[in-house]
């Protein structure tokens, strides 16, 4: 069974920056598309970004220019490194993983626990 297990998050002030982190273990399939989500309090979960097996990325518009997605295949690790943060980026940030060589709108079934970004003002 595959576990994704998130790690990196903290409260920054408006303009920081922080490097999450989300370890995968149980690895069962070779190819696997990854994903960044993120919920706020009282809003929707939202798709932040998602980096295909070969590295092709995708980003929602409220972090273009400032989030970057990426992975360590050996180190079965993948991350989210987040500058310029805003209030409004506050969030549970979630990594998830579905097995497939193709990035585009997977159902992703595998979910890790979350960990808390906090952005004050």
């Known amino acids: 069974q595959v576990q994704l297990v998130e790690s990196g998050g903290g409260s920054v002030q408006a303009g920081g920056s922080l490097r999450l982190s989300c370890v995968a273990s149980g690895w069962t399939y070779n190819g696997y598309c990854m994903g960044w989500f993120r919920r706020a309090l009282g809003k929707e979960r939202e798709e932040v970004a998602t980096i295909a097996d070969n590295g092709r990325t995708s980003y929602a518009d409220s972090v273009k220019g400032r989030f970057t997605i990426s992975r360590d295949n050996r180190k079965n690790t993948l991350y989210l490194q987040l500058n310029g943060l805003k209030p409004e980026d506050t969030a549970m940030y979630y990594c998830?993983?579905?097995?497939?060589?193709?990035?585009?709108?997977?159902?992703?079934?595998?979910w890790g626990q979350g960990t808390q970004v906090s952005v004050s003002s």
């Open positions: 998830a993983a579905e097995p497939t060589y193709v990035c585009s709108s997977p159902i992703f079934r595998f």
